[in-house]
Antibody, heavy 119, light 106 residues
Framework: EVQLVESGGGLVQPGRSLKLSCLAS????????MNWIRQAPGKGLEWVAS????????YYADTVKGRFTISRDNAKNTLYLQMTSLRSEDTALYYC????????????WGQGVMVTVSS | DTVLTQSPALAVSPGERVTISCKAS??????MHWYQQKPGQQPKLLIY???NLASGVPARFSGSGSGTDFTLTIDPVEADDTATYFC?????????FGGGTKLELK
């Protein structure tokens, strides 16, 4: 069974940093591209970043470019999102999601981890 | 970025047929995908590439469309289908999502 379990969220002050993790199991992690997608409270879905299976291709939404860094450790089956210079508008539930290679749709999602940016 | 427009809400009775629409601001070929999100849960893939049923999804769900106009159909609707449904395109630039259609059962 495919499982994606996020961790690392919490309350953080504006301008500070936070690192999210997503532990994958039930599939060969190194064969799949991965993504972070967020959902502000009561709002829709916003794609944040993606990384290819071997980390060769990395993409970011304009709203986070230069502030967030996506990375992965295939030996640990773990996806990361390093978030810096956090803003109130980054407050959201952050999901990690697997995408089907060469197709940018998301076939498995984690349960999400909440990030709240507030003073 | 490609903007996807969905009607915000629908209310139907169990057993009826419901269609949920998604209109793209530019052509996305058939690279439109649909997700179901129940309250307090993560999104779940229903339909990929406009008309392909994802694994384990009941055949009551179907998708159609190409270019800019797409439809998700549930026939018949069951009480458990109460959820918000999102469309997502993967043809142009960064993946974008529609605002979601909240389906309520009467």
């Amino acid at each position: 069974e495919v499982q994606l379990v996020e961790s690392g969220g919490g309350l953080v002050q504006p301008g500070r940093s936070l690192k999210l993790s997503c532990l994958a199991s039930g599939f060969t992690f190194s064969n799949y591209g991965m993504n972070w997608i967020r959902q502000a409270p009561g709002k829709g879905l916003e794609w944040v970043a993606s990384i290819s299976s071997s980390s060769s291709y990395i993409y970011y939404a304009d709203t986070v470019k230069g502030r967030f860094t996506i990375s992965r450790d295939n030996a640990k089956n773990t996806l990361y999102l390093q978030m810096t210079s956090l803003r109130s508008e980054d407050t959201a539930l952050y999901y990690c999601a697997r995408h089907v290679n060469w197709e940018n749709y998301f076939d498995y999602w984690g349960q999400g981890v909440m990030v709240t940016v507030s003073s | 970025d490609t903007v996807l427009t969905q009607s915000p809400a629908l209310a139907v009775s169990p057993g009826e047929r419901v269609t949920i629409s998604c209109k793209a601001s530019e052509s996305v070929s058939t690279r439109m995908h649909w997700y179901q999100q129940k309250p307090g849960q993560q999104p779940k893939l229903l339909i990929y590439k406009a008309s392909n049923l994802a694994s384990g999804v009941p055949a009551r769900f179907s998708g159609s469309g190409s270019g800019t106009d797409f439809t998700l159909t549930i026939d018949p609707v069951e009480a458990d289908d109460t959820a918000t449904y999102f469309c997502q395109q993967s043809w142009n630039g960064p993946p974008t999502f529609g605002g979601g259609t909240k389906l309520e059962l009467k």
